[in-house]
């Protein structure tokens, strides 16, 4: 009896934004470790390239890329060079993304909300459609948005940035359900509490974190590598009757 292919990804080009550290690290390695050439994108060339190293030094295939999401020039600028050096797409990551004002909502300043919704929305919304239309053209593909247990349930005083992991939810069954007769899939990843820089002031106070793992059945916080099967799930052709879902992977957090 031979073993799955499902979960193969050679000859797979896949892009992970956000990808020089945590989450987006630990699905870039794994992508990679599957067979994918994975394209490390951040907003810092230098971090993306320490990623990229340590997957070709550990025999996958990367590439570093720098990209703000932010940025519309820049999403322009990065898919006229996918389309150049690698003239496909098959796999998007959708993993960056920021969360500038720890407030009660009635304090949320106008820079923060501008910026939650730039990146968070705006952001991975032209990813998507600059992927959708690489994939199209090449017969298909899987979209992962990684979103949040707050797109579903608000986290205390990160009233934006649960607004903005709400709309990703609904923006992945939009691409769902649009690009399903392009052949292109698209799922959403729900985290819960992950050990990573981007948690570090919830998971390193000592009283907010009792607070949080009180409502987590598993009664911890997340490893990012806790992460990535799930996205390779989704990647690969193991998911390949399943669109539009989104994927609680949090402890049982929303349970
Ligand atoms: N950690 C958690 O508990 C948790 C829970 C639920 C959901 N999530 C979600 O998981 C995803 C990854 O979070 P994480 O915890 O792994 O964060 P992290 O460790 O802080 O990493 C964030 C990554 O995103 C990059 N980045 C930040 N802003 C960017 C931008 N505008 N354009 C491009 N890249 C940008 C960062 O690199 P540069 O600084 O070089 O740009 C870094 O690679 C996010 O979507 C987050 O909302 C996290």
Do not use: W
Request: hydrophobic share 45%; with cysteine.
């Amino acid at each position: 009896m031979s073993k799955t292919q499902l979960f193969d990804l050679d000859g797979k080009i896949a892009f992970v934004s956000g990808a020089s550290r945590g989450i987006g690290e630990a699905i870039a390695h794994l992508l990679a470790q599957q067979g994918a050439h994975v394209i490390v994108s951040s907003r810092k060339l230098d971090g993306c390239q320490q990623v990229a190293e340590a997957i070709v030094a550990a025999g996958g295939k990367a590439t570093a890329i720098a990209c703000h999401i932010g940025e519309m020039d820049q999403i322009g600028a990065v898919f006229a060079r996918i389309q150049e050096e690698f003239g496909r797409l098959d796999i998007l990551v959708n993993n960056a993304a920021t969360n500038p004002q720890f407030c009660n909502v009635l304090d949320t300043d106008l820079s923060a909300f501008q910026k939650t919704v730039d990146v968070n929305i705006r952001g991975y919304f032209f990813m998507s459609v600059e992927a959708g239309k690489l994939m199209r053209a090449n017969g298909g593909g899987s979209i992962i948005n990684v979103a949040s247990i707050n797109g579903v349930s608000p986290g205390a005083y990160q009233g934006i940035y649960s607004m903005t992991k709400a709309a990703v939810i609904n923006m992945t069954k939009v691409f769902a359900k649009e690009c399903a007769q392009f052949g292109i899939r698209c799922n959403a990843l729900l985290p819960g509490l992950t050990d990573t820089k981007f948690a570090s002031a919830l998971v390193k106070n000592d009283a907010i974190l009792n607070s949080v793992l009180q409502q987590v059945p598993l009664k911890r916080v997340a490893d990012p590598k806790e992460m990535a099967g799930a996205v390779l799930y989704l990647a690969s052709d193991a998911s390949s009757y399943t669109t539009g879902v989104s994927l609680n992977v949090d402890g049982g957090f929303l349970s």
